[in-house]
């Protein structure tokens, strides 16, 4: 081993800085790591869309900033997907004409599966950091495919858990409303039954048409029922939307849901919220890199970031990451090495890997309360952390789907 | 479902009614300006949009009131501003020109929304004195939007008293059915134009206002209500001014059965009643025979 001495390691530093410097032109030359970024930044899922490309844009500056991966740069390439069919086209346009070498990214169900499809023809990895349908980790399930988003299973036992240990299951009667598309479907599949099995009885469920302005009928229909509990399958502005009419007609059942997106929450304002929800990840946590995430992201942004946010980031940084540990930018190596378990630090305190047979990244979720509206230190400050699921030492798979509740038929590669 | 009793089924339809309301604003600013000018507004949800958003910062200033009547008279303002200098030059032209700009607008309105404001939406409050509920007996109904309908009506009240008693509607009403004559006698139709385009738009900006509380204010709000308004001027009848009134009311109550009775088809229902007008009786309900489209 030879020594270096500090006069030397500094010219050497130097000389590398002035490189960089002076050769942007060099470095932009080189091949660059291309990712397609598919979200929604227009329709009902567009806020949350928002923040997703922000995060993104933020992991893939930082991680230029540290030089790139194995020495190139990562180009990020983003596109509106308003809805599944322009998703569709999009992905294509992102592989054949802009070539890039991974898709990431996407909120909706039915679009994520969608390009999950053509991610699968054109044997490209994509990584999901948004859509939450079992259908995608089980029957539709694909060797390119990795979940970094929970599924709606993870969300459904995250509260569920919960709520047994509180008494608030057996026996309980709940009323469901759910959002009519891929999502809600299956949200509301896995929630109804994991109430019946908890013994507790299902008293009819409405499906709601997406983007509706007025639940005033719904929440009027609820008052004749009189259910113990309000189970709500929506998300986007629907959320925002029942939220708040939810309590301008001051219903009396508690509510709880099988998804709770931070945004839609946050544009409902605190008045408007109530009770007990789960979340993938909050901008509050105090585990290890989370209070430094949240402090760039808000910098930047001047708002703190949501939990779509924190997917799309954690998902660059895993790909990324990924690359850098395989040396390599196919897809085929990175799908060999994600399944054999590289693990992977998501700002949650627990390292996280991919399941091998279903590809569902295992990590912990958490039960959150709305805040005490006095206690709150601005308005994105909407909830308290009561506890994690699975608990530290506890394990992932307490929240997953079991693979008699979600067989994938996992194709060869 | 709930057991199907007469009180129930009377708390629906009331609700219904009062939902239409919201269509009837929306609807009958649409069709004040097809009526007169010919053009299909295509932007009028981005105005609605920009007057939920307008309220919101003059609400943050000045509270709910104020926000009510200045919000409105803004959105006015800028849509007689771009009635003068760009829509009037259309008038004459392709009806397509006016369809293609108006388009246009609705695409850079909701773009000019998302950059002064961000793309995520926008806590609105329902503001303080008129939280909480009224009950009647057995109905429990939401004081906010028992408000909602008076101003409502308030509004529609208005319209039509300035088009039937006023001379100045006596020539809106004429240019609406004959143009020619009336400028035969004299009359200027431009500045008319002007302002009963903006008298649309104003109520286009109003049911922004009005629908702010209930349903947030986000960029998209306009897109997803435009459609919704097309609708009822179509299925009310072109030309008339009960119409939209009387099918922004209906397709609120039958919206507000489907959800009692098969909630997945309570958003296609008004599309459903679109298309049996449209075959039964091509006009819209109360539309009356215009030559210039026949």
Avoid at chain 2, 163 to 180: F, N, Q, S, W
Wanted: proline share 5%; hydrophobic share 45%.
């Amino acid at each position: 081993m030879t020594r270096i001495g500090r006069r030397e390691f500094l010219k050497a530093g130097a000389g590398a800085a002035v490189g960089t410097l002076g050769f942007p032109a060099i470095l932009r030359a080189q091949d660059t790591i291309k990712v397609g970024h598919l979200t929604p930044r227009t329709g009902f899922l567009g806020q949350l869309g928002a923040y997703g490309f922000m995060a993104a844009q933020l992991a893939v500056d930082e991680a230029n900033a540290r030089g790139g991966v194995l020495g190139r740069k990562v180009e990020l390439i983003s596109e509106d997907t308003p809805n599944p069919g322009v998703a569709v086209t999009k992905a294509q346009k992102l592989i054949e004409r802009d070539q890039v070498h991974f898709l990431i990214g996407e909120i909706s169900s039915a679009s994520g599966l969608a390009i999950s499809e053509v991610a699968q023809r054109a044997k490209i990895l994509y990584v999901n950091t948004g859509w939450n349908s079992d259908e995608g980790r089980g029957a539709r399930c694909q060797r390119y495919l990795f979940h970094v988003e929970g599924c709606n299973t993870m969300y459904t036992k995250t509260i569920g858990r919960w709520q047994e240990r509180q008494g608030k299951i057996k026996g309980g009667r709940w009323y469901f409303l759910t959002a009519d598309y891929a999502f809600g479907h299956d949200l509301y599949r896995v929630s109804s039954k994991f109430l019946s099995e908890h013994g507790g009885t299902n008293l009819g469920n409405d499906m709601v048409p997406t983007g509706s302005l007025d639940y005033s009928s719904y929440i009027l229909k609820l008052r004749a029922i009189k259910p113990d509990l309000v189970y709500l399958n929506l998300a986007g502005t629907d959320q925002t939307t029942f939220l708040k009419q939810y309590r301008e007609f001051g219903s009396p059942f508690p509510l709880a849901g099988g998804v709770m997106d931070t945004v839609p929450f946050w544009a409902a304002g605190i008045d408007a919220l109530t009770g007990y929800w789960q979340s993938l990840w909050y901008h509050d946590l105090k585990e290890p890199g989370s209070p430094e995430f949240t402090k760039r992201f808000s910098e930047r942004n001047g708002k703190p970031p949501d939990n779509q946010a924190w997917g799309e980031y954690v998902g660059i940084r895993i790909l990324l990451q990924a690359i850098a540990e395989a040396k390599s930018t196919r897809s085929q190596d990175l799908v060999a090495h994600l399944e054999k378990g590289a693990k992977f630090d998501i700002l949650k305190g627990r390292e996280a890997w991919f399941r091998d047979w279903d590809h569902q990244l295992l990590q912990t979720m958490y039960v959150v309360r709305v805040k005490d509206k006095a206690k709150a230190k601005d308005q994105w400050d909407i909830f308290e952390i009561v506890e994690a699921q699975p608990a530290k030492g506890e394990s992932y798979e307490l929240i997953q789907p079991t693979k008699a509740e979600n067989p994938c038929p996992m194709p060869a590669l | 479902m709930p057991p199907l009793t007469l009180p129930i089924l009377i708390e629906h339809v009331a609700n219904g009614l009062l939902v239409g309301a919201y269509f009837v604003t929306l609807a009958l600013g649409l069709s004040l300006i097809f009526g007169l000018g010919g053009v299909i507004n295509l932007a009028h949800g981005a105005f609605y949009a920009l007057g939920a958003y307008l309220a919101f910062e003059v609400q943050r200033q000045a509270g709910f009131g104020p926000a009510l009547i200045l919000s409105p008279l803004l959105v006015a303002l800028l849509g007689m501003g771009i009635e003068s200098l760009f829509l009037r030059r259309l008038y004459r032209g392709d009806p397509l020109l006016g369809l293609l700009f108006t388009f246009g607008l609705a695409m850079v309105g909701e773009q000019a929304i998302r950059i002064a404001w961000g793309t995520t939406g926008l806590p609105f409050q329902i503001p303080e004195g008129l939280r909480g509920f009224v009950a009647l007996g057995e109905f429990i109904y939401s004081r906010y939007r028992l408000f909602a309908i008076a101003v409502t009506a308030l509004a529609i009240l208005g319209v039509w008293l300035a088009l039937e008693k006023t001379p100045y509607g006596m020539i809106v009403r004429a240019g609406t059915r004959d143009p020619e004559m009336v400028r035969a006698l004299g009359i200027s139709l431009r500045p008319v134009l002007t302002a009963v385009f903006g008298c649309g738009v104003a109520l286009a900006g109003l049911a922004g206002v009005l629908s702010a509380p209930l349903a947030g204010v986000h960029p998209a709000m306009g897109t997803e209500i435009g459609t919704a308004a097309f609708v009822v001027v179509v299925i009310g009848g072109l030309g008339s001014f009960w119409g939209p009134v009387l099918a922004g009311l209906l397709v609120g109550v039958i919206r507000s059965l489907m959800v009692l009775f098969w909630p997945p088809a309570a958003e296609a229902s008004m599309y459903a009643l679109m298309a049996l007008i449209l075959l039964l009786r091509p006009r819209g309900l109360l539309g009356e025979r215009w030559e210039q489209f026949e």
